[in-house]
């Protein structure tokens, strides 16, 4: 009788432990440069969060280079998004929406920044409004 809550307790915790193991980030960017273009834009769009996340982490530690290298590179897989999702004609609303979301936060983030740090930033998120703008116009475009 006892089994059944050792039982349980045993498939939770495995259970756990595979939820948990998600893709290095290393491990997604090799997987969204070898994937089918129309399954490109939301691997891009997951590096560049995950890079949005690690970049707000550093500025609060104050690792100010570590920092930009993350701004840098959100604004270059959101630039991968983008182009994938016109390519493939896929995940356009969704790269559109996660970009236009991450150009807000970057702003957030701008703002909690010294003065001096702030340009990169907010630069970063003037790129990716203008890429969320660009989406919005393609999706709603004459003569699709």
Sequence with gaps: MHRLPILALV??????SL??????LEELIARAKSAPVKEQPS?????AERQLKSADELYNAGNVEEARKSVADIVTYSEKAHDAAIESGKKVKSVEMAVRKMSHKLNDVKRTLNFEDQAPVGEAADQLQKLADDLLTYMFRKGK
């Excluded at 939820?19 to 290095?24: C, D, G, L, R």
């Design 11 to 16: 498939l939770a915790v495995t259970a756990t």
């Design 43 to 47: 691997l891009y769009v997951e590096i």
């Design 19 to 24: 939820a948990s193991k998600e893709p290095s």
